[in-house]
């Protein structure tokens, strides 16, 4: 079994799919001769030729457009925005067509796509490199989002997403790219859309993250008191998110912080939180915490480590939160 | 350094059927037959009916807003250009073509009588549902004729769109893609003048709409957009060479909306009647019935028979329209997804309980008694 990072992973899973399945194929900027600007579809325009890994003109409504027209007639088409920052223009496409074909149509006209998009802060980037827009999308009905936070997953989802008959926004937390290799199966397996990991098991509080602040919510476990037993679940699939999960473990534990690095207000760290009061309220013990990004714009990179949650932010919500 | 020129154009504009319905022999050879001109001419005057109704319907309370489609049905020359796998993406002033497309006349009342099925295309009609906001689906379009190229398929797509439509980015970004991407697709820009009120002055400083392709590299050319002959030539032809050289054509057609924008509209607020009169008088009706008269195929008693016939069907469309049983509200999830995920379930099953859809969770804050204490 090969170490990959991320992007390999990625990379891998694209390969594999594009191999088993000639209605997929891949576009946007930069994608085909360049390999993308993280380099996510290197060799793949090599090993599959021009027609199946294009380059396209530099629009993103374009791209969404475009794709939406190919999976109406067929294809599985895997468009990639090069950063989530530039979903803005794409936006009205993904959700005002790709996401109501099907009820608009009441089920003859579907739109089975899978849309990269690199997301989040950490690797000092220029402005609307950094954002964190899934709550977005994952508002809105006929879209699912997920957003895997190791190479295996990345594989699995990737694959789940493309073999999905709905549109999926594959959000790819930049910031761990190449941070680690993991051992990722040559064989084709999949990660079921809306089902969580849970990545540590623990008694006292339970952390529910996505993306790269996984290892944020992992650093500063381990810099908490040895006796605090901490449960920490990645949700992976941010819609549809796996409530059970979340449910069991909180009514074990009693208690939850929310990690994420999105803005606060309508992040989707309230939704679960919400949830959490409906499902489990005789079993809190404190009010959920929420350790996020705040309502304010995403700064430039010398501060952009100010604005996410970073680790002692994390572990000041679990002391406040196991104190209560 | 001398100037020199770097580039250099020019927009034809062809009529083959003038205003007295009279034709250009020589422009008009390889098109349409008589039985084409019949056939065209009769379901231009089954919508005119059917436009006529449908007003009424919306008048009376059976159905919402409405677009009359009236003074603009000679588009539907296009579908007698199409081949029968080729696809068709219209907005939504296009019934004559998509109804000669395949398209269940009664599909497009039901989409104003507010119910989706109206957009739930039979198998095998290459249609895609009629698009309310303006000037979005020609990138799907771009993307459909895409796939085309890709399958190998020997078929077309056709996208119709207004004057107004063009000044959205998604018009431009459809016809760039289009054309770097050597898809067989034809854009069809019919200029009916008026985009509700804005006419074609506030829209665009160009003198034609249809030089907006010159700068895709498109082939371009405008058209008398009431002349069936045109309307079918141009189409065809930009079939024939977008399938050839993969290069996309913008057509644009002069034509007029003779009825408000929609029944929620009144177009005498913003426009002079003098301009309605005047395109009244090169209604495409009028015309093609002249030439029809010129040939002798066509007089004022099968006029009769043929309205008289017309009216039963319409009102047998109307009847299938209003016929069909109200949806049930599960549709309002059902379609969300292929496959429902657990949460939708929930909400769709207990919107059918006394919760009526109210948060689930809150059933339990009920007492035993049923008296609910909503929160």
Known sequence: MAELTLVQAINLGLEQEMRADERVVLLGEDVGLNGGVFRVTEGLQEKFGEDRVVDTPLAESGVMGSAIGLAIAGMRPIPEIQFEGFLGPAYDQLVNHGGRYRTRSRGAVTVPLTVRVPVGGGIHAPELHSDSPEAIYAHHPGIKVVMPSNPYDAKGLLISAIRDPDPVIYFEPKRIYRAFREEVPEDVYTVPIGQARVVETGNDLTIVTWGATVYQALEAMDKLPDHLSVELIDLRSIYPYDLDTIVESVNKTGRCVIVHEAPRTCGFGAEIATAIQEHCFLRLEAPVQRVTGFDTIMPYYKLELDYLPETPRIVDAVMACTAY | ?375
Request: with cysteine; aromatic share 8%.
């Open chain 2, 1 to 375: 350094m001398p100037t020199k020129v770097a580039y250099q154009a020019k927009i034809n504009y062809i009529q083959i059927l003038n205003e007295q319905g009279k034709l250009d022999e020589k422009l008009s050879r390889g098109g349409l037959k008589d039985n084409d001109v019949i056939r065209l001419y009769e379901m231009m005057s089954l919508c005119r009916h059917y436009d006529e109704i449908a007003f009424k319907l919306q008048r009376s309370g059976r159905m919402g807003t409405y677009p009359q489609n009236k003074g603009q049905e000679a588009i539907g020359a296009v579908a007698l250009a199409a081949q029968p796998d080729d696809w068709l993406v219209p907005c939504y002033r296009e019934n004559t073509a998509l109804f000669l497309h395949g398209l269940p006349m009664e599909h497009i009342l039901l989409h104003w009588m507010g119910d989706e099925r109206g957009n739930q295309i039979p198998d095998g009609v290459n249609v895609t549902p009629i698009s309310i906001p303006i000037g979005t689906h020609m990138l799907h379009a771009a993307g459909i004729a895409w796939a085309q190229k890709l399958q190998g398929n020997d078929t077309a797509v056709f996208t119709f769109f207004g004057d107004g439509a063009t000044s959205e980015g998604d018009f431009h970004e459809a016809m760039n893609f289009a054309t770097v991407l050597k898809v067989p697709a034809v854009f069809i820009c019919q200029n009916n003048k008026w985009a509700i009120s804005t006419p074609g002055s506030k829209q665009s400083a160009a003198e034609t709409f249809a030089q907006k392709g010159l700068a895709y590299g498109a082939h371009t050319i405008q058209i008398d957009g009431n002349d069936i002959f045109a309307v079918y030539k141009a189409a065809k032809d930009a079939r024939a060479k977008a399938l050839k050289d993969g290069k996309p054509t913008l057509i644009e057609t002069l034509t007029y909306r003779l009825g408000d924008h929609t029944t929620a509209d009144d177009a005498r607020r913003y426009r002079d009647n003098a301009e309605v009169e005047e395109w009244l008088d090169r209604d495409p009706l009028i015309r093609t019935r002249k030439y029809l008269e010129s040939k002798g195929l066509w007089d004022d008693a099968k006029q009769e028979a043929f309205d008289e016939d017309a009216k039963a069907k319409v009102s047998q469309i109307v009847k299938n329209a209003e016929g069909i049983a109200k949806p049930t509200t599960n549709d309002i999830f059902d379609y969300t997804y292929e496959t429902l995920p657990e949460d939708l379930k929930r909400q769709r099953d207990t919107m059918k309980t006394h919760s009526l859809g109210i948060n689930p969770q809150q059933e339990t804050l009920r007492s035993p008694t049923g008296a609910a204490s909503r929160v």
